[in-house]
């Protein structure tokens, strides 16, 4: 396990241990010196302590990025950086690593969650003691290829947004999370003009019920439309679990948590932005934030497009 560099130090044990140790001045002994008195004869005599040498030992310089551990919603170890006590960052990691964590023992592998947020944070520090480094340089991007967005520093992939990358305060709307990131960057390193637009953004996709075949549209002879809304997915941290229903959830299979409907059910999940579906069998409860109406496994999320996107827009149909 590597060792956490003081930039880490925030959890209670080890921020005492950075009090007590950074910023101690040892206590000068006093000092005894010999006078004579009006007899002629000498005697000892306790003379003032010399005032501490500041200068002999400084704080260190207090560094403009830090890391937050907390727990994410999901029950993992989430990492915010911040930067100058802005948020730009959080980096997810397991809940292995979480439990690590608050035990004092912080996993900090270069593909932990607390090692990726070490590496962004140590490179933003550099940008910012760079003298002529233009802030203008930080962009979002979307790579086709990938299908998910980037923030880019000139030619560098700083980051890339995905299930254990994202916005602190992330909305459903993954372009706007990417375009959020870069602009802060942007303001914290150089006072940089925000960007309003996305490099390589495609066009609006969404796919229009009128559009879809008429089975998609109307639930099909099997199927009864239930209702339209965001989807999510989980995985990671919770697979291996029991589930609501009791069993083991396994994130690769074509399952779902839905907050009321019995568990076994089968539901067709529609991604309308690509009319991608799958069916997945209801074994758990969710998802609890506000807007989103199922949460899908990993596995489910990647049939439909959504596991790199995070969010998406999705019809739900229940099979009859």
């Known amino acids: 396990m590597n060792k956490l560099s003081l930039r880490t130090l925030t959890l209670p044990a080890f921020g005492a241990l950075l009090t007590a140790t950074a ?20 005697s000892p005599v306790a003379t003032a302590a010399p005032a501490p040498r500041i ?34 960052a959080t980096f997810l990691g397991s809940a292995l690593e979480l439990k690590a964590a608050q035990d004092l023992t912080p996993i900090t592998t270069p ?21 002529d480094f233009n802030a203008e340089t930080i962009r979002a991007n979307y790579d086709k290829t990938a299908k998910l967005y980037q923030i880019l520093i000139g030619d560098e992939v700083f980051l890339s947004l995905n299930a254990d990358t994202v916005l602190p305060d992330a909305t459903a709307k993954a372009g706007h999370n990417a375009l959020q990131m870069a602009n802060r960057l942007r303001r914290l390193l150089g006072s940089a003009p925000p960007l309003t637009a996305i490099a390589g953004k495609p066009a609006p996709t969404q796919v229009a019920l009128q559009s879809l075949p008429s089975q998609l549209q109307t639930g099909g002879p099997n199927f009864r439309r239930l209702k339209t809304g965001m989807a999510s997915w989980y995985g990671p941290g919770f697979h ?18 839905h907050r009321s409907l019995p568990f076994g ?53 229940i099979l009859q």
């Open 23 to 42: 910023f101690g001045l040892s206590a000068p002994s006093a000092l005894a010196d010999s006078a004579i008195d009006r007899n002629g004869s000498t």
């Open 55 to 88: 200068l002999e030992r400084q704080a260190p310089t207090v560094s403009p990025a830090s890391l937050l551990p907390h727990t994410w919603r999901d029950g993992r170890l989430a990492v915010t950086l911040r930067f100058n006590n802005i948020p730009v």
């Open 240 to 257: 291996g679990r029991r589930t609501a229903n009791g069993e083991r959830y396994n994130q690769h299979g074509l399952t779902a948590a």
């Open 265 to 317: 059910t089968r539901v067709r999940v529609t991604n309308l932005y690509t009319g991608q579906s799958v069916v997945v069998r209801i074994n758990d409860r969710g998802p609890f934030i506000g807007g989103r109406v199922i949460d899908l496994s990993a596995g489910a999320a990647k049939a439909i497009g959504v596991y790199h996107r995070g969010t998406a827009r999705v019809a739900l149909d």
């Open 111 to 131: 593909t932990s969650a607390y090692g990726r947020a070490q590496t962004a944070a140590e490179r933003l520090e550099a940008l910012a003691e760079t003298p």
